[in-house]
């Protein structure tokens, strides 16, 4: 769901032009109770606040302080008779379902205690569903209601809609009047001769205002990347990267830091923040379709209002740094492309991109269809006119900034401070553009799995999440985890082995994990998770391939299998789950037990949950609710019952990735 919030604010700001309805788009870090009063409290302006929910339930980071402040008890009433707002929330009811949209929940449901009007009510986009279908029909009635509200008088200098978004702040696309020229100029510009290294990170304050304010970016050494996967092709491959935390550089400061400063406050299961740049193929392939030359990489954004950052200004340092080359285009980058073809008389490409944004959801979001692949069909030699230059600013404003991508540590935060080193992990995403069948690779990655390499200085930062061992180390501990969801496990466990260090054995409480990935080139941390077993800090592993064959198993069983290893073949993890939830799983349940999951957000997180919920009725005795049969995209909310039990007890927690 990265940049979406985002993307729809710009989007209804782009739309509402069209009405004549003025806007202002704020970022929810730049944005208070004290605005959302004096902006939002004539007849004529309101506030649309599009909010998502993160993990299980929180406030993205540069909301937390607006929702901190607006669910204060202590607020007068009396001061928000007269404030006119509408929310739009974004979550994914897969998740987490007891947690769907709870921001945008909470926030509206405090306006309306508070006395606020509701000028639209509430909308609620699935990620897991038809999340764009629902924001048009949200943005519908919004500018509906715009458009009935009478006309601020001339003499007003503050009469504009705010239209804030818990993303990042995006300026309004050019009007419609704009000449569709280039925006790049080689003169009349002091920061032309910036000539700043290609691989030093040059980010917007937008971008830094993704990293959590309690936490510091900075600027360590990758020391080692390691492949995991025993044979590996264009789509397969898992890398851990290390880096040296002992002696960096803040990346704001540019002074040194220590690696105790560093870590302060984190746990096992904390995660790491990362910003990838654009590949130089991405950016050379959006440049040639966008009929960009070399020459003009170089030169800078002529705009005063550039959505740059203050160092650096030039269209190269933009396109690798600050804005998103790859997912699916936005809808409103297609509307300004369409604004364009009609002001050129580019007749094909209008109906080309006519054609995607009616059809958006199909024909752009579930393909996977990128900027660079929407520009090779609007710039064709047969499609538009040679002569006429695209609009870049305005493009490259309407698209998402690089938000920068979390990845579980997979040391325990007391070793990273002893010995300076800290390690994630990285599974590669990459598919086929659903249109030109053009390889796509996720953003970071990439990054992490095939350019990283020793002695490069990546951008990073710490943030703590929910996904914490028990208080108590005597409560036992279940662990399911699927494919590179192991990650966060292997920092439990560390954690566990240095608790053993301190502590007599009886002292820790028994922990299994259940690890689930396709076949045997695929199993990652065998000698890690073997020496867990022998020490202690792990009681039981089961590890399920879902395609592979009984040879590979029974060679794995003949190099040494260690206590409790288990495999089975041809079975997801969730069947091993099930099969062992009368024996086993049981005894830990009635113990106490949390449960941990960790991987995919789709089939395996709704799988895992049913299982779980399973495991429950049979361990507590409630009455059986059946989890099967369930269609896809259906939320559980209201049937797991069993799950939501252990979620009020604390004792159940997710870390999947959408």
Known sequence: MQGSAEAFANDLEFDAEDYDIDTELLDASNFSVKDLLSKCSSPNTFAAL???????????????????????????????????????????????????????????????MLGANQVVELGLGDASGDMSGTFEEWKEKMISAATATPPPPSTSASSTTPVTTD???????????ESPVTHLSSSSSSLASNTSHPDTAVLSPRQLALIPSSRIAFLPTVTSTVQHFLATDEFTSAVSVSFDVSDCQSYATDTGIS?????????????????????????????????????????????????????????????KWEVQLSGPVPITTLKILLRWSKAVSAVQSGKY???????????????????????????????????ASLPITSILKSLPVISPRLYSLTNDPEAVTATGSVTLLSRLLRYRDGTSGTLVSGLCSSYLCEQLKPSDQPLIFFRESNFHL???????????????????????????????RRNSKDSLGPAVLYF???????????????????????????VAFSDSDMDSIATLSASAAVGEEIYQDKCNITD?????????????????????VCGGAGNFGLAVRDSVEQLVQVSCDL????????????????????????????RYFEDLAD
């Not at 400063?261 to 040639?288: C, W, Y």
């Not at 180390?473 to 279940?478: G, H, L």
């Not at 099930?578 to 449960?595: I, P, T």
């Open 50 to 112: 599009i909010m998502a929910s993160y993990g299980e339930g929180e406030p993205t980071d540069n909301a937390k302080s607006f929702m901190s402040a607006i669910l204060d008890d202590k607020l007068e009433k009396s001061a928000f008779k007269s404030c006119n707002y509408s929310v739009f929330g974004l979550g994914n009811s897969q998740c987490f379902p007891d947690r769907y949209n709870i921001v945008a929940k909470q926030l509206d449901d405090q306006l309306k």
């Open 167 to 177: 993303t990042n702040p995006s300026l309004s696309p050019n009007s419609s009047t």
């Open 259 to 319: 690696t105790s400063e560093l870590t302060k406050n984190l746990q096992a299961g904390d995660h790491i923040g990362v910003f990838a740049p654009n590949s130089t193929l991405m950016i050379k392939r959006f440049a040639a379709n966008a009929q960009i030359s070399d020459e003009q990489l170089d030169f800078p954004l002529n705009d005063e209002n550039q959505a740059s950052s203050a160092t650096s200004s030039r269209l190269c340092d933009v396109l």
């Open 353 to 387: 991109l006519s054609g995607l944004i009616s059809d958006y959801d199909n024909a752009v979001r579930k393909r996977g269809l990128g900027i660079a692949s929407v520009l090779a069909g609007v710039c064709a030699p047969h499609t538009s006119p040679e002569s």
């Open 470 to 500: 028990p208080m108590q180390e005597a409560t036992p501990v279940i662990m399911i985890g699927g494919g590179s969801g192991i990650a966060p496990f292997l920092s439990f466990l560390e954690s566990r082995a240095n608790s053993l």
């Open 516 to 542: 689930g990935c396709r076949n045997t080139n695929e199993y990652m941390f065998r000698s890690e998770l073997q020496h867990h077993l022998e020490i202690g800090s792990l009681s039981r592993l089961v």
């Open 576 to 596: 091993r789950v099930n099969a062992d939830n009368q024996s086993d799983l049981k005894d830990l349940m009635q113990h106490g037990a949390y449960v941990y």
């Open 623 to 650: 009455p059986e609710v059946t989890t099967t049969g369930r269609t896809e995209g259906e939320s559980v909310s209201g049937r797991d019952e069993g799950v939501r039990l252990l979620v009020n007890q604390k």
